[in-house]
Structures are given as structure tokens and as C-alpha cells.
């Protein structure tokens, strides 16, 4: 027997949605290390670095590494004042390596200010390097208390849902905000915005999202008609490119590994790497990939190879290694400009992107 669905008055989001979310967010909220107790505001410096970190990263990622960062750099003069490396080797792991090179361009910018403090506008927040539209938003709400409306990719599913936006994304980008816009208080803006965060990261989930516990389900529109799930809709997305290449792992007899600094600019700009070939959209013959090679010596592929997926593209890389002596020159295809030989037992503080740790583990694995 089929049952009918139980039909609840369903009223438009408003004042009173916020409200219900707030309630929920006083009792519920999630106990994160940038957020400050009761409502005070927390300090716009931790706001914008842990802002930063979480793009594209999870909440339990980016906990130790802030954690980290603050000890370090309690405040954005000490950032600003730290070498660039050794914030890109305190950022290694955490990826989108030129958030992190930003991120240091952003703490210089900030204490070149006049004041030395982050602005409090939306328009002057997004001047600064690497602050994007979403994190000018969530920086001037949280720490500010400005009446903006940040939307991320938990919160454009929030709203998709409880006002059934069934256009897809991301033609639907603009209409999520100008819905999202219509329901940001006056005050307690910050709190609003990070309330509709800890929803969409704790109740309105991509998958089951468990609106029998949701404080928004009376006004929740794809709940009313059962399409919560499909929601949002997204347009039909193209398959990642694959480019190839060959990384050389050179261990030195005295237990040294050649790394190499890649350009300031650009794909993992700034971090060190394992010279590699190019990387290129076809799988390059064997003999024109070993004349790139850093050093002219005998060298043993390992079997097996990484596979790395970034933003845009999937890296799949052959290893291989070679062991030699000390005195060994370096090829010009090396470039020794940008080369350092770099202990084994110090890899681990290097500034090393996560994808060239896979090339390291998987070439020293059988050794
Ligand atoms: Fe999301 Fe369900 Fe809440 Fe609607 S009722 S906002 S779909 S959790």
C-alpha cells in the first residue's frame, strides 16, 4: 500500500529560518581551533588562514596544520616576517601549493598597510593576493560581523536544496548566491554564515542527508517534494586529461637525494620536486625520455609507477633510480642551478608536494 507523504505547511525561507538556525547553531556548533567561544568575534588573522587552508581540504586536514602555523606564527607579522620557504615546507601535504605562496604574499600586503591589519570590507579584503569573492565574504562576516553572504560548496548545497534550485551548476551559481544573500541577517552575520556551514557539513550532506534532524526542514523545499538527494544538479563534466613522464630519483652513495626547485610561478611553484621529464599529454619513447636524465649513469626503473590527480589533470609518472657517487656531475638537463642534494633523514622537512612523497616512497620502497 503506498502511503501518502506527509505534507508540513511549507513556508517561505526568511527570518524565521534564520532564526531556527541560529537556535541550532548555539546548541550544535562545531568546537573548531579558529573559532572563539560565546560571540565574540574571532581574530581576522586565524579566520583568514584557516579560510585559506580549507579550500579544497577537509576540516580534519587542516586542524594540525593550523594548529601548526599559529604556534609558529601567532600572528600575520610573524607570517609575513617568516621565510617563503619555510612556509612552503610547513604547508607541504596540504596541497594547491600556490595557496600557500599566496598566503605569505597576502601576510607582506597586509603589514604594508598602513595600520599592518587585514581591512574589514568585502572590496578591500578581495585586493589582497589569493582572496577570492567566497573568502572576502567569510572573512568580513566572521570577523568583522559585515552582512556578507559567503557561499562555498557546502552552503551552495544547502541553499540549492532548501529552495529546490533544479537548474545545474554551475549555471545555477548565481542564483544559489542571490538566494543565499536573501536570508543573511543584519546581525550575527558570522555566525549565520558559519551555521550554514556546520549544515551542510553535518546534517545536509551531499549523500543522506538527515533532515529528520535538520532545523530547516519545515522550510526546506527539496525536502517537501522528496528530491533532496538529487540536489544540487550539476551539468555534465568532461573527463581529466592524462599527461605522463619520467621523475629520476638520484640517491647519492652518501645517502643524499637530488631534488630539484621548480619556478616561482605556476603548478607547484616554488616547492622542490624529483627531476623529472616534462610532462606531457603522450607517453614519450624510453630512450628520448633517459637523454633528459640529471646524471649520465646506469639507472633501474621501478616497477609499478605513481599516479597523482590534480585539479585539472591526472599525472601518472615511471620511476626511475639511480645510485651514484658523491663527485658525480649533473647533466644540463638537470638544470644544477635549481638542484640541492638533500639528506634522506631531512626529507621529511623539505618542502616537498605531496605528489613528489609518492615518487620518494615508491622509488626508495625496496630499498
Ligand atoms: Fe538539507 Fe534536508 Fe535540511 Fe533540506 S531538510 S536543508 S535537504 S538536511
Redesign the pocket.
Known sequence: MLVARKQLPLRPAGPDTVDALLAWYDAERRDLPWRVKGRKRPDAYRVWLSEIMLQQTTVKAVIPYFEKFVARWPSVADLAAAPLDDVLAMWAGLGYYSRARNLHRCAIAVMERPDGQFPKTEAELIELPGIGPYTAAAIAAIAFGAASTPVDGNIE??VS??FAVTHPLPGAKREIKRLAATLTPAKRAGDHAQAMMD?GAT???PKR???L?????QD?H??ARGI?ET?PRKGAKGERPVRYGTAFLVLREDGAVLLRKRPPAGLLGGMLEVPSTDWSDTLMPSDMAMAGAPVRTEWWPVPGGIVHTFTHFRLELQVVRAIVPPETPLTFWAEPDRCVWIARRDLHKAALPSVMRKVIAHALKEQ
Do not use: D, N
Open positions: 548545497r544547502v536544496r532548501l549544515l546534517v545536509c550532506t542527508p538527515s533532515c534532524m535538520c532545523p530547516l526542514q526546506c527539496a525536502h533532496q540536489l
